[in-house]
C-alpha cells in the first residue's frame, strides 16, 4: 500500500482545537486509519473508531518501549525523547515481559483495598477545599484553582508519602513536568524532582510509612523480585504525571458536561446517590480525560481494519473518538447519565489490554465523591462567563480554568 499523504487535523475542521470531535468523525467515517501532520511537521497513523482503537491497543506489534524500538520511528520533526535516563523504567514505557513484571509489582501494592482506604480522606480534604471555596464573599471561584487541582495533588502526595512542608516544591515541579511551560522548564523542574524521589525513596526504605510509596519499596514477590532504585523512582513520576493532568481534566470536563446539559444536571441532582455511578461514566465516554493514548511505534507493518500502518510508524489511538462510535454506542453525542443502565457499556476512556490504566478505581472513586459533595453542596452551581485558556494537543485537552458563582 503506497503511502498516504499525511492530512493536517486544522484543515478537515478549522475548530479542531476547541472541538476535536467533529473532525474525527469525518475520518471516521472514511475508514479507520489515517496519516496526519502535527503543528511542527511531525507525522503521525491516527486510529479512530470503537473496534479499530481496541484492536491497535492489544496489537503487540505497536510498542510502548521507546527505549528499545524509538529508533525505528518516522515522520518526528526531531529525534523521539531519551527513554533511558533516570525516571524513565516505568510500565507505561516498557512491553510484555517487562511491563508484566513490573504491573505485577505495582498491583500487589496498588490493591483495591488500599484505593477504598483513601475515600474517607478525598471525602475530607474535597469538604476542606469547598469550606474554603464557598466563603468566597463574591459567591465566585475557578473550579480548576480551588478544587479540581489541589484535590489531586494532595492525593498524590498523600499516596506517595510527600511531607506537608515539601509539598509546595513538589506542587511546582510536577505543574511544569506535567504540563510543561517549555522545554528548559520541565529539563529543570525533573532534574530537581529526581534527586528529591531518590532522597524520599531512601528515607522510606530506612523508616517506612504506611503510604503506596513505602509499600513498592519493600514489596517483593513469590520469586523474590523486586523493583530496582530506578524503577520506584520512576514508578513515582509515573503516578505523578499519569493521574495528575488526566484526573483534572476528567472533573472539568465532567463537570462542564454537566452544565450544558442542565436536564441531565437537574436528572443527577434529582438522585445523587442513585445516579452518581452512571453520571461517572458517562462523563468519562463523553469527553475523555486523555484523547489519545500514548504515542507507540510499529516495529513491523501493521494491518488495522483493513488499513496499513507501515514500519517505524508512529501511531496515536483516539480514546476519545473510540468512544463517541456510532457503531458500538447509542447516539453517541448524546449526554446520557442513565446510559449504562440500558446496557450501553464499554467506553475505553482508561484504556484497554495490558495498558489499561491502573488508577482508573481511583480516578472513579474520586469522581463520584467530588461530583456527589460539589452538586449537594452548591445547589446554585453556574458557570461565570467565558472559560479561560484551554490545554489543547492530541495527547490531553482541558481547561485552565472553569469560572464559576453560586
Not at 504506611?210 to 514477590?221: G, P, Q, R, Y
Not at 455511578?277 to 484523547?291: F, H, I
Not at 488499513?307 to 449526554?335: C, H, K, M
Request: proline letters at 7%.
Amino acid at each position: 500500500m503506497p503511502d498516504l499523504p499525511a492530512v493536517d487535523l486544522l484543515a478537515i475542521d478549522p475548530d479542531f482545537d476547541a472541538d476535536p470531535y467533529p473532525a474525527y468523525a469525518k475520518l471516521r467515517a472514511q475508514g479507520p486509519v489515517h496519516h496526519i501532520r502535527g503543528g511542527g511537521g511531525e507525522r503521525f497513523w491516527l486510529v479512530v473508531g470503537h473496534e479499530a482503537c481496541r484492536a491497535a491497543l492489544t496489537d503487540p506489534r505497536l510498542s510502548r518501549d521507546w527505549r528499545r524500538n524509538g529508533h525505528l520511528a518516522t515522520g518526528l520533526a526531531a529525534p523521539p525523547p531519551a527513554t533511558d535516563g533516570p525516571g524513565t523504567a516505568h510500565m507505561l514505557l516498557r512491553d510484555p515481559p517487562d511491563h508484566t513484571r513490573l504491573r505485577r509489582l505495582a498491583t500487589r501494592e496498588f490493591t483495591p483495598r488500599r484505593v477504598a482506604a483513601l475515600a474517607p480522606r478525598i471525602q475530607e480534604v474535597t469538604d476542606g477545599l469547598l469550606d474554603v471555596m464557598l466563603a468566597a464573599e463574591d459567591r465566585r471561584a475557578d473550579l480548576v484553582d480551588a478544587l479540581a487541582y489541589p484535590l489531586r495533588m494532595t492525593v498524590i502526595c498523600e499516596l506517595l508519602g510527600i511531607p506537608d512542608l515539601d509539598r509546595e516544591a513538589f506542587r511546582g515541579w510536577s505543574d511544569e513536568i506535567a504540563a510543561p511551560t517549555g522545554a528548559a522548564a520541565a529539563r529543570a523542574a525533573q532534574a530537581e524532582a529526581v534527586p528529591y524521589l531518590n532522597t524520599l525513596i531512601a528515607a522510606k526504605r530506612a523508616a517506612p510509612g504506611d503510604d503506596l510509596l513505602s509499600a513498592l519499596i519493600h514489596t517483593v514477590d513469590e520469586g523474590g523480585d523486586r523493583m530496582s532504585e530506578d524503577e520506584l523512582l520512576s514508578m513515582a513520576l509515573l503516578l505523578l504525571l499519569a493521574g495528575h493532568e488526566s484526573t483534572v481534566n476528567f472533573i472539568c470536563k465532567g463537570i462542564q458536561a454537566l452544565f450544558a446539559h442542565p436536564a441531565q444536571l437537574a436528572l443527577l441532582r434529582s438522585d445523587l446517590d442513585g445516579l452518581i455511578d452512571g453520571a461517572v461514566e458517562e462523563m468519562l465516554r463523553y469527553d475523555a480525560p486523555v484523547e489519545t493514548a500514548p504515542p507507540r511505534v510499529a516495529r513491523e507493518t501493521v494491518e488495522i481494519g483493513g488499513s496499513v500502518v507501515p514500519a517505524g510508524g508512529v501511531v496515536l489511538i483516539a480514546l476519545a473518538d473510540a468512544d463517541r462510535d456510532p457503531a458500538r454506542f447509542t447516539e453517541p453525542t448524546r449526554f446520557d447519565i442513565r446510559r449504562t443502565e440500558a446496557g450501553d457499556r464499554g467506553h475505553i476512556a482508561f484504556g484497554h489490554g495490558v495498558h489499561f490504566c491502573l488508577g482508573a478505581p481511583l480516578a472513579r472513586m474520586e469522581g463520584r465523591i467530588v461530583f456527589r459533595t460539589l452538586l449537594r453542596r452548591c445547589p446554585g452551581l453556574v458557570l461565570d462567563g467565558a472559560r479561560g485558556d484551554r490545554i489543547s494537543g492530541l495527547l490531553a485537552r482541558g481547561e485552565r480554568k472553569i469560572p464559576v458563582r453560586w
